[in-house]
């Protein structure tokens, strides 16, 4: 698992992170740093700004970025279990990610914007 020499690599899960890392931004912005969380919404009421910097170092996966969010947004966009709320749509570079399994094995780093989208439905 993971990068092989030529760079690709060899899981489908890590090929869709690896995807998205290269579709999205330019080798090297994988320093310490912070993430951009940006939030649409009622979200932005949860912690009176549009959005969010998490300092990091190196890459995280993307739950454990979400498990840093401050508690009153975290449990809107998480559920009891710690996983993603169908309520809340999560795009990472502008790509919607939540359906793509386990958001574990996403990986983000400095640099990159999450944007966090409350589903409204109405009738």
Partial sequence: MGITDDRLPDDEDDLRGAYMRRMHLP???RMNGSISIRLI???RDLVGA???EIEVEGE???LQ???RLPEGLKREVLDKLGE???RILILVNGVEVTSF???GKIRVGAGDEIVLIP???GG
Wanted: no cysteine; hydrophobic share 45%.
């Fill in 27 to 29: 080798e090297g912005l």
């Fill in 41 to 43: 919404g009622f979200l």
């Fill in 50 to 52: 549009n959005s969010l």
């Fill in 60 to 62: 995280l996966g993307l």
């Fill in 65 to 67: 970025v979400l498990n």
């Fill in 84 to 86: 993603p709320s169908p």
């Fill in 101 to 103: 399994g386990d958001l």
């Fill in 119 to 121: 589903i409204i439905h």
